[in-house]
């Protein structure tokens, strides 16, 4: 992945298509932004929603 410093911006999203992961955070438009400096990683992992059906979604990370 890319090479980031602390509070860059990783993602712009309306919605949450994203998952914000380790060392990462999501603003208040759904943005995700980096919490500490670092590598970007994107993952994918089966999340169990609230009616117990599991989706895969793509979580977004940060590798210090």
Do not use: C
């Amino acid at each position: 992945g890319q090479q980031v410093n602390a509070g860059e911006i990783l993602i712009r999203q309306k919605g949450s298509w994203y998952r914000a992961g380790l060392n990462t955070y999501l603003g208040k438009d759904w943005t995700i932004h980096a919490g500490v400096a670092g590598k970007v990683f994107f993952k994918q992992a089966k999340i169990e929603k609230f009616n117990g059906r599991r989706e895969l979604e793509t979580i977004v990370g940060v590798a210090a």
